[in-house]
T-cell receptor
Framework: AQTVTQSQPEMSVQEAETVTLSCTYD???????LFWYKQPPSRQMILVIRQEAYKQQNATENRFSVNFQKAAKSFSLKISDSQLGDTAMYFC????????????FGGGTRLMVKP | DTEVTQTPKHLVMGMTNKKSLKCEQHMGHRAMYWYKQKAKKPPELMFVYSYEKLSINESVPSRFSPECPNSSLLNLHLHALQPEDSALYLC??????????????FGPGTRLLVL
């Protein structure tokens, strides 16, 4: 079974600064996918970024980028130039290529962006 | 367009009531999901439908009854719920069931309160 751990229950960052959210996972699989989802107070889960395990290049989406370390089973999210709208709960999630489309979520990190 | 819609946004029901939650997507996705999310916790998978057939039931009590009338619609019928069933119910969809590589897109959720 896969497990996903987010060791930072809460974080805060000043507007325009950079923040990194940590995520580690445990799996014996070689083919899998990793995701970061954002859930603002409006409560809709929004996909932030996705990484395929077979790709060595780290995924990037505008101000969001990941540091994917496959050997260390680490998948951190870096948010650059933080904006007030980035305030949300962030969930790291794992999908096993051999187990259908089931997502395993981490416990979440609550990020507060301060003006 | 990655929109999944859910109705109603809020629902209050008594323990003897029967109600239904509705989820709709028009992205041509063939996998649809129901999740339950308690406050400050990650979503927990309840049901998965693949090509309109129930493929995964995560040991959910029978007072929750899913239904997939067609490829665009997913319902969750509720009957004789308990106060501990109060939660945010999220619907999600993805393109190709069982391939283990498809991103799930979430709806805004239905906030359910059982009195």
């Amino acid at each position: 079974a896969q497990t996903v751990t987010q060791s930072q229950p809460e974080m805060s960052v000043q507007e325009a600064e950079t923040v990194t959210l940590s995520c580690t996972y445990d799996t014996s699989e070689n083919n899998y996918y990793l995701f970061w989802y954002k859930q603002p107070p409006s409560r809709q889960m929004i996909l932030v970024i996705r990484q395929e395990a077979y790709k060595q290049q780290n995924a990037t989406e505008n101000r969001f980028s990941v540091n994917f370390q496959k050997a260390a089973k680490s998948f951190s999210l870096k948010i650059s130039d933080s904006q007030l709208g980035d305030t949300a709960m962030y969930f790291c999630a794992f999908m096993n290529n051999n187990a259908g489309n089931m997502l395993t979520f981490g416990g979440g990190t609550r990020l507060m962006v301060k003006p | 367009d990655t929109e999944v819609t859910q109705t109603p946004k809020h629902l209050v029901m008594g323990m003897t009531n029967k109600k239904s939650l509705k989820c709709e997507q028009h992205m041509g996705h063939r996998a649809m999901y129901w999740y339950k999310q308690k406050a400050k916790k990650p979503p927990e998978l309840m049901f998965v439908y693949s090509y309109e057939k129930l493929s995964i039931n995560e040991s959910v009590p029978s007072r929750f009854s899913p239904e997939c009338p067609n490829s665009s619609l997913l319902n969750l019928h509720l009957h004789a719920l308990q106060p501990e069933d109060s939660a945010l119910y999220l619907c999600a969809s993805s393109q190709s069931p069982g391939q283990g590589q498809e991103t799930q897109y979430f709806g805004p959720g239905t906030r359910l309160l059982v009195l």
